[in-house]
């Protein structure tokens, strides 16, 4: 009994078509490997000079283990690789204390990282939504009144300028000597972290209207709040969504130095700042790697909002 030709919607492949489709299958195969390659390699490379300094910076601590008494290269390795609280900690010592946290703490300790990072997320995101409205807000003052424009904006430059660990704290102790939960000052810590590139994208957002499709509106009679709902903000959404990938990833640093000054027993800056206290670097090393997986979530959230709302708009994907 023969086998039944290969189909393609209910009708059989001729030769020439079924070698091509096998043709094209092993290329998009290989240009898919071609293009993990240097991933791969620059990883690896990583992962290598990683132990290496990791051998190199712990290796005083475990010699002096020894006593004077001869070692092999392997027990060194050994030992170093596998110390309770290294200088710098190995990928898999990380790795290993993050699943640790994650997957064996019930969710309610305050050793899951799980918990931790739904604390920080909660003033990331109430900040990020406050940042992108006074960011649009500053932006759309800014592009309809030139007089703003040019006594506005260089201030919203120059508050970048303040260092962002200086003002921390007393916007901690001022909010919190007015009764206000911690909640709202990690939060606006984060808006004033993200509101600048908002105000930075909108502004030329707005701004990037075709003059002949403003000149067209001017024909119609348009108001400035009919040009800016039906032209500049539709325009403006590319660099929305651009900045929006920027603030959040800033708004997430905010949250993370807000929580650094209160003293607070949650939140991934609590644990980086027990981690540093008690000379658990593994532990920081785990947070770090929380907030990065959380910061690519973040951003890959805004992506998807990013997707539909150009799929809503009719954009070709």
Request: aromatic share 8%.
């Amino acid at each position: 009994m023969t086998n039944p030709p290969p189909t393609a919607y209910g009708r059989p492949l001729k030769g020439a078509t079924l070698a091509a489709q096998r043709s094209r299958f092993r290329g998009v195969h290989s240009i898919s490997f071609a293009s993990m390659l240097p991933v791969l390699v620059v990883t690896g490379t990583v992962f290598v000079l990683w132990y290496a300094v990791s051998l190199w910076l712990n290796a005083p601590q475990v010699i002096e283990r020894f006593d004077a008494k001869p070692y092999s290269f392997q027990e060194l390795a050994t030992g170093t690789w596998n110390m309770e609280r290294p200088v710098l900690p190995t990928p898999h010592q990380i790795a290993r204390n993050f699943f640790e946290s994650v997957f064996t703490e019930d969710l309610d300790s305050p050793r899951n990282l799980l918990l931790h990072a739904g604390v920080t997320l909660q003033s990331t995101l109430l900040g990020f939504a406050m940042g992108v409205i006074l960011g649009v807000l500053i932006a759309v003052q800014i592009v309809h009144s030139p007089w703003l424009d040019r006594s506005l904006m260089p201030w919203v430059v120059a508050s970048q300028t303040i260092p962002i660990l200086a003002i921390a704290p007393m916007i901690v102790v001022v909010l919190g000597s007015l009764g206000w939960p911690m909640l709202v000052p990690k939060a606006i810590i984060s808006m004033y972290l993200c509101f600048f590139p908002v105000t930075i994208g909108m502004v030329k957002g707005l701004r990037s209207p075709d003059p002949l499709q403003m000149d067209l509106m001017r024909t119609y009679s348009a108001s400035k709040s009919q040009t800016l709902s039906l032209l500049r903000l539709p325009a403006s959404l590319p660099f929305l969504f651009a900045s929006a990938k920027v603030a959040i990833v800033a708004s997430l640093i905010g949250a993370i130095v807000g929580e650094l000054p209160t003293g607070a027993q949650s939140g991934l800056g609590a644990r980086l700042l027990s981690g540093s206290y008690y000379g658990q670097t593994v532990q920081i090393w785990s947070a770090l790697l929380m907030a990065s997986l959380l910061g690519v979530g973040l951003v890959s959230a805004v992506q998807w909002a990013q997707h539909l709302t150009g799929k809503q708009m009719g954009a070709r994907t």
